[in-house]
């Protein structure tokens, strides 16, 4: 089966097909570092993730860039915001970096695929500024106090993505710069002077305290005076820069389809003259509590907080469970089955590996398990190459779970080739394309047990160091009866689990 993908541009299922039959050029439009990233991110992180492995799986090379806006007014409401007993940062680009630190920490913990590069707003601003040059030159967009906006009644295609006419859209852009503009429809690609001091306090928290009033971001020097960059053309220019002037795939979230994405087309079309991407993949909301999971909503759980309460496997097998360009919601029995569900398949993985190391592993032995093998890799391969669905591919690998185990209860000797295929099948889809680490059990609960198990001992030493050591041998007794072996070395007490 032909991998098919549905495109938002066209609203169809169509064949994969990339301008290179050997590599896929992919743009996803990245986080704005002005908090720390949750789940909502996380679950299109992964998908992105396994798109990217999927592709690689056909065999293309993939050149993934994912952007970072380091440059937003969101950012600088945050300046000077005081937090564990210091402040987020001085200025824009200090707060920035230090969301950035985690963010790269979280895409480590979730074992994501690199990304090839991920370029920063504020190191392209040459390349955004010749941008908008090349735009004024063609006539499609025009200087005005000191700001540039992108005239939408030059580009007929306008609306394309989100189908509807320019007739049809409603103003863009801050109120005060509607006065500026041709069209109340045009949108900024250079905006005059700083971050106005009624957009920090808007987004700023009325229950945390600053040390900087009324900070105004970063500016820079263009033809037309100091300025900031627009949003919409900062994506164009990064994938311009990394990508081409045409790419293959551009991936971002439902809710920015218009207008982001929508000026985006336009924007880089009009420079080009080239189809800026040929597919537009779409990831449909999170939510929690009937929202969408956001960090303005405050409705939102931590990515490095939730790896560490439920492991990356069980968060990569809940998102998994839902195609990306399906809604899902956050539940705590969400979490819960999709704990049962890793535990089960990793149960299955670490029992066929053993058996298939086992003297009664027979190669002469057949059995209905290769059947169920060749099923499972088939309905996998046929639920990926349908836009990525996730959700069927994840439904193979659990059935042939049931499959192996059915297999083994009971039987005096095994199908050692069946086995072998089996965990073939386990390892290259579920760690290689679903991204799952058999090897690495539950991380945030392992990482919990070991911190309890630590604490215990460190109590035990205490009583033991106070003569306690009848109090001592309990607790140590205590620790096996829950399957903890402990051992006294020269070095401290040592245990395994």
């Not at 900087?212 to 300025?227: I, L, V």
Request: hydrophobic residues 35%.
């Amino acid at each position: 089966m032909t991998l098919r993908l549905l495109n938002t541009l066209s609203g169809e299922r169509e064949a994969f097909e990339p301008a290179d039959p050997d590599n896929v050029l992919l743009y996803y439009c990245g986080l704005t570092v002005s908090d720390a990233a949750h789940l909502g991110h996380a679950r299109t992180w992964v998908h992105v993730d396994v798109i990217h492995r999927w592709l690689e799986h056909l065999g293309y090379g993939v050149r993934h860039v994912e952007n970072v806006t380091d440059v937003n007014e969101k950012i600088v409401a945050r300046v000077g915001e005081r937090a564990d007993g210091g402040t987020l940062g001085e200025d824009e680009l200090d707060v920035a970096r230090s969301f950035i630190g985690q963010l790269l920490a979280d895409m480590r913990a979730l074992n994501l695929e690199r990304a090839e590069v991920y370029p920063r707003v504020s190191e392209h601003v040459p390349e955004i500024i010749a941008l908008v040059e090349t735009l004024i030159e063609k006539g499609y967009a025009y200087e005005s106090n000191g700001s540039v906006y992108f005239d939408v009644t030059e580009f007929p295609d306008y609306g394309k993505l989100s189908n509807q006419s320019v007739a049809d859209v409603e103003a863009q852009g801050a109120e005060d710069e509607r006065s500026e503009k041709r069209t109340p429809a045009d949108f900024a690609l250079w905006k005059a002077g700083g971050v106005s001091e009624a957009a920090v306090e808007e987004h700023r928290h009325g229950d945390r305290e600053y040390d900087a009033d009324s900070p105004t971001g970063e500016t820079w020097d263009s033809p037309w005076g100091e300025g900031r960059p627009g949003w919409h053309i900062e994506c164009s220019a990064m994938s311009m820069t990394h990508l081409d002037d045409s790419i293959d795939i551009h991936i971002g979230g439902r809710d920015l389809v218009f207008p982001h994405h929508e000026n985006e087309i336009a924007q880089s079309e009009a420079a080009t003259g080239e189809r800026f991407a040929s597919y537009w993949l779409h990831a449909d909301l999170f939510e929690m509590d009937d929202e969408k999971m956001s960090s303005s909503l405050g409705n939102f759980i931590p990515v490095s907080e939730a790896v560490d309460r439920f492991g990356v496997n069980a968060l990569r097998m809940f998102f998994a469970s839902a195609s990306y360009n399906s809604t899902q919601t956050y539940s705590e029995a969400a979490i819960e089955e999709a704990i049962e569900r890793w535990e089960r398949l990793e149960a299955a993985h670490d029992r066929v590996e053993s058996a298939a190391d086992a003297p009664n592993a027979r190669t002469k032995v057949e059995s209905p398990l290769r059947g169920a093998v060749e099923d499972a890799r088939t309905a996998f391969t046929d639920a990926m190459n349908d836009d990525f669905n996730t959700r069927e591919a994840l439904a193979a690998l659990l059935e042939l779970a049931g499959a192996a185990n059915r297999h083994l209860e009971g039987a005096d000797t095994y199908d050692y080739r069946g086995l072998r295929r089996t965990l073939e099948t386990f390892e290259e889809f579920g760690e290689g394309v679903l991204g799952f680490d058999f090897g690495g059990g539950a991380e945030g609960e392992a990482t919990l047990v070991g911190e309890l198990v630590e604490l215990v001992l460190e109590l035990r030493e205490d009583e033991r160091e106070a003569g306690n050591y009848g109090r001592a041998d309990d607790l140590r007794d205590d620790l096996e009866a829950l399957g903890v072996e402990v051992q006294d070395t020269d070095d401290g007490p040592e245990y395994r689990l």
